[in-house]
């Protein structure tokens, strides 16, 4: 029966461009379900958009000496191509700086406020009074009060996914001039979370416990247990949507408000565009509602954005929020910052047509109850055993033999073998066992199932061996070529979820929608034949090809480079010496002296004692450099002398005076000599800082 059905994906955020964690986490697996319910007849909204307000884009644009619109300009236009690229079939992808956007999150802002569903509190916020700027969210770290990060935002630990007000942070500082910031009072909306406990209590705790995903459901739990506190809805910041009701001067709404009202928006974009009416996706009790997501957004989807609905009053609440954990990429986390990443630009430049072998090893390995980690290596053994091997090997076999044996004409089978029937039965049943996994939100497994009705196909024709038979029994080689056709027919609709592009092709080898023998998901259950005798398809082309070792090394080799510059980025500059005043300097006296005469300390190993011209005197200095140099080197040589250094006596002989000294790159000792470049600091990376020597 068909359903209406409004999906959304995570409205990324327009600070830089997706990467696998993002497709993996969010993209594909909404895409998969999209497209499945589309297929099975159901009517869908598939929405997404581009998140473009916020502190750290206003950071960036400060970085780099741009506006923020040129900032979400830049990333907005790489993103949507990326989708476009990837095959995520979005039925609308919009932005939320769009006006239909502003208009919206202002309606509905204006609306729970006239319903009193705010509560206005002066407090205190943080403020960088030299920035002259409040910090809200990421214009603040400090350590988490949950788990002791010290790198948490204002809004969020990364760390530990909790959400917090910045004021709650240990130890904050300004992420714009790392001053510790002042409170100072502001006038803000905040919605009272605490107000919708006891509905959020029984719609989700008592109401989803058995058919929301466990990790999704236990952090919700935690929240709730923990008690729900007033969030505010408003921010003191010059970008985004202002805050549309007096004393809203100057003031923006909460990125984390504004963005989910962008599914509405985005849906209003597409409805106006489609003559159809938005109300019907968002106001409709017979709508289904799903939100996918990471697991970092699951308190927005799954308390606030929810508490905010109800308290609007006339939306439908979200009936699941698939979330995902994490995917890692080789073992460590995956990050923007280092580069640690694999950026969907730079895979469609290495991996050119191969869109649907990153789908496929993404959702083959999908992060969907516990993180997970890509790997070069399993992507290409997902290619090369499965997609090439099964898949692959499978449907270019019976392209090749029916274009050979019978000019590309299906054949007309004779009396079907018990192993045909079975093996035909198999095949209705998969459209049942896919549709089971992927409406249990198991995308992993159903691609599984993908595989093994390849598999089924392999099997069947390295069983009953056409290439052998048709020597000796033509009838049942075409019998049993008619029954490979309909398992490849069955593979194009099937695939088509998952493998978006192969599926396409796969309509072109087998000539299936050009003459209109095309199958719906429910028909490859219900029909007998779905490629009828007689219908002549198209020729063989490669579905898949092997990934080399080497294309995987050069992947390797530039994790590495990535690797290698954060190391040498991150690299600590060796402790240095407490910080003296320039009073302090200038009572050094340091001269320019010439050594005259220089002998060895008896009885020692280091000292060699020096006669040195100072341009004022001749004057005894004692200096640990023996073990670097030998007396008969030193003679002549210029060097810089510390003259009024407290005389002291070694082994007997009085010192006065100290002969500057300093290690070069590879670690020896040098003079700090006027006649040469050698620093007289550390300050150019060169030397380590003067040696008392
Ligand atoms: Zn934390």
Redesign the pocket.
């Known amino acids: 029966m068909s359903k209406r059905y409004t999906i959304t994906a995570a409205l990324p955020y327009t600070n830089g461009p997706i990467h696998i964690g993002h497709l993996a986490g969010v993209y594909v697996p909404a895409d998969i379900y999209s497209r499945y319910l589309r297929l099975t007849g159901n009517d869908v909204a598939f929405i997404c958009g581009s998140d473009e307000h916020g502190v750290p884009i206003t950071i960036k644009a400060k970085k780099e000496g741009v506006t923020p619109q040129d900032i979400v300009d830049k990333y907005h236009a790489v993103i949507k191509q990326s989708f476009e690229d990837f095959g995520i079939s979005f039925d609308n992808y919009s932005r939320t700086s769009a006006k239909i956007h502003h208009n919206t999150a202002s309606e509905f802002f204006k609306t729970l406020y006239d319903k009193n569903e705010f509560v206005e509190e002066v407090s205190e916020q943080l403020y960088d009074a030299e920035a002259n700027q409040f910090l809200a969210d990421r214009f603040v770290t400090g350590t ?6 010290e790198e ?1 935002y204002g809004d969020q ?6 959400s917090h007000n910045a004021t709650d942070l240990i130890n904050p500082k300004s992420a714009i001039t790392g001053n510790v910031p002042t409170l100072k009072e502001t006038k803000h909306w905040f919605l009272p979370l605490n107000k919708h406990e006891q509905f959020l209590k029984e719609w989700i705790l008592e109401g989803h416990k058995k058919d929301w995903k466990p990790n999704v459901y236990g952090q919700v739990k935690s929240w709730i247990d923990d008690g729900l506190r007033p969030r505010a809805v408003t921010r003191d910041l010059d970008w985004g949507i202002p805050v549309p009701v007096e004393g809203g001067e100057g003031k923006v709404l909460y990125v984390w408000f504004d963005a989910p009202i962008g599914y509405i928006s985005a849906t209003k974009e597409w409805a106006e565009r489609e003559g159809k009416n938005w109300e019907d996706y968002w106001k409709d009790e017979n709508t289904s509602l799903i939100h996918f997501i990471g697991k970092d957004n699951i308190v927005f989807h799954c308390i606030i954005f929810p508490a905010m609905l109800k308290a609007e009053g006339s939306y439908i609440l979200p009936e699941n929020v698939p979330a995902n954990e994490f995917l890692n990429l080789e073992g460590n986390k995956l990050s923007t910052s280092k580069n640690w990443a694999v950026w969907l630009p730079d895979y469609l430049q290495d991996f050119p047509n191969q869109q649907d072998v990153l789908r496929y090893a993404l959702t083959a390995n999908a992060p969907e109850s516990k993180d997970n980690d890509f790997t070069w290596k399993d992507f290409q053994a997902r290619n090369n055993n499965e997609l090439v091997a099964i898949f692959g090997n499978f449907i270019n076999r019976v392209v090749v033999l029916t274009n050979k044996y019978y000019n590309g004409v299906v054949p007309e089978p004779s009396d079907l073998s018990l192993v045909d029937q079975e093996t035909l039965a198999a095949v209705k049943a998969y459209p049942h066992v896919i549709s089971s996994s992927i409406e249990r939100y198991r995308f992993r497994e159903a691609s599984q199932e993908l595989m093994n009705l390849a598999r089924l196909g392999n099997k069947y024709l390295a069983d009953e061996e056409p290439w052998k038979t048709i020597k000796t029994d033509e009838e049942r080689t075409k019998t049993v070529m008619f029954v490979a056709l309909q398992i490849a027919s069955a593979l194009g609709v099937l695939s088509e979820p998952f493998l978006p592009f192969t599926s396409k092709k796969l309509d072109t080898i087998l000539a299936v929608s050009s003459s209109g023998v095309e199958n719906s998901w429910i028909d490859i259950s219900e029909k007998n034949i779905l490629l009828p005798a007689g219908h002549t398809i198209g020729k063989a082309e490669l579905l898949f090809s092997k990934i080399e070792d080497k294309t995987i090394q050069l992947q390797l080799d530039k994790l590495e480079a990535s690797k290698k510059a954060n190391e040498a980025a991150n690299k600590t500059i060796e402790p240095q010496k407490d910080e003296i005043t320039f009073d302090d300097f200038t009572k050094l006296d340091i001269r320019v002296g010439t050594i005259l005469e220089a002998e060895k300390m008896p009885k020692t190993k280091k000292l060699l004692v020096l006669k040195v011209d100072t341009g004022i005197d001749t004057r005894t200095i004692v200096s640990g450099i023996a073990e670097s140099f030998k007396p008969e080197d030193v003679i002549g040589k210029r060097v810089s002398v510390l003259v009024n250094l407290a005389p002291r006596k070694l082994r007997g002989v009085e010192s006065q005076g100290m002969i500057l000294m300093t290690e070069n790159a590879q670690g020896d000792l040098v003079f700090v000599n006027p006649d040469t470049s050698t620093p007289l600091s550390a300050g150019d990376g060169v030397s380590n800082g003067l040696k008392i020597s």
């Open positions: 988490c009060p949950k788990c002791g990060f948490a630990c990364e760390n530990c996914g909790t």
